[in-house]
């Protein structure tokens, strides 16, 4: 009886102690397959998730890079062709009213200088007369001295010589016509003293 009940005792208390030695046992193996398999799956989970996110990640990001290069492609040509076409326009609406109003600057600015010139021009060439006005009235004058000089001297040499000449003629004439009278009142005398006498002979 008694041994019978050390058995029942020692079973249970075995029992008792191998039911907790072997809970703590599994539940270490538990623990260390649950950490492993759990390390595992989420590895792997993490694995299959980042290589499929990563896969539709570089496919859609492909297709948006597709798209907006092909968006950007087609709107930017336009957009640059609007803006060169805009871009010329105003370009050339802005160099032609540029080119006009340095036309009329320029136009302006000419019209003012040839005002400008233009009266300075006259009062210089007022002063200049004025000053060459008086300059040549006293060239003139001395001029005219000289020349008067220079007239009287030739004027009187020239008369001096002309008339020495012409009364050099005159009394060369006057001695022509008094030997041509003297001449002739010499063949009137003769033949009135000796005319009867060669008729008689």
Same mark, same amino acid.
């Given at each position: 009886?008694?041994?019978?009940?050390?058995?029942?005792?020692?079973? @249970?208390?075995?029992?008792?102690?191998?039911?907790?030695?072997?809970?703590?046992?599994?539940?270490?193996?538990?623990? @260390?397959?649950?950490?492993?398999?759990?390390?595992?799956?989420?590895?792997? $989970?993490? &694995?299959?998730?980042?290589?499929?996110?990563? @896969?539709?990640?570089?496919?859609?990001? *492909?297709? /948006?890079?597709?798209?907006?290069? @092909?968006?950007? %492609?087609?709107?930017?040509?336009?957009?640059?062709?609007?803006?060169?076409?805009?871009?010329?326009?105003?370009? *050339?609406? /802005?160099? &032609?009213? +540029?080119?006009?109003?340095? *036309?009329?600057?320029? &136009?302006? !600015?000419?019209?003012?200088?040839?005002?400008?010139?233009?009266?300075? $021009?006259?009062?210089?060439?007022?002063?200049?007369?004025?000053?060459? %006005?008086?300059?040549?009235?006293?060239?003139?004058?001395?001029?005219?001295?000289? +020349?008067?000089?220079?007239?009287?001297?030739?004027?009187?040499?020239?008369?001096?010589?002309?008339?020495?000449?012409? /009364?050099?003629?005159?009394? !060369?004439?006057?001695?022509?016509?008094?030997?041509?009278?003297?001449?002739?009142?010499?063949?009137?005398?003769?033949?009135?003293?000796?005319?009867?006498?060669?008729?008689?002979?």
């Amino acid at each position: 009886m008694y041994l019978s009940n050390s058995v029942i005792y020692l079973s @249970i208390y075995l029992s008792i102690y191998l039911s907790i030695y072997l809970s703590n046992y599994v539940f270490y193996i538990i623990l @260390i397959y649950l950490s492993i398999y759990l390390r595992m799956f989420i590895m792997y $989970v993490c &694995m299959y998730v980042c290589m499929y996110v990563s @896969i539709y990640l570089s496919i859609y990001l *492909r297709m /948006f890079i597709m798209f907006v290069s @092909i968006y950007l %492609s087609i709107y930017l040509r336009m957009f640059i062709m609007f803006v060169s076409i805009y871009l010329s326009i105003y370009l *050339r609406m /802005f160099i &032609m009213y +540029v080119s006009i109003y340095l *036309r009329m600057f320029i &136009m302006y !600015v000419s019209i003012y200088l040839r005002m400008f010139i233009m009266y300075d $021009v006259h009062y210089v060439c007022i002063y200049l007369s004025i000053y060459l %006005s008086i300059y040549l009235s006293i060239l003139g004058c001395s001029l005219c001295m000289y +020349v008067c000089m220079y007239v009287c001297i030739y004027l009187s040499i020239y008369l001096s010589i002309y008339l020495s000449s012409t /009364f050099l003629l005159s009394l !060369v004439q006057l001695s022509i016509v008094f030997k041509k009278k003297f001449l002739v009142e010499a063949s009137l005398l003769y033949s009135a003293s000796f005319g009867p006498l060669a008729n008689e002979v």
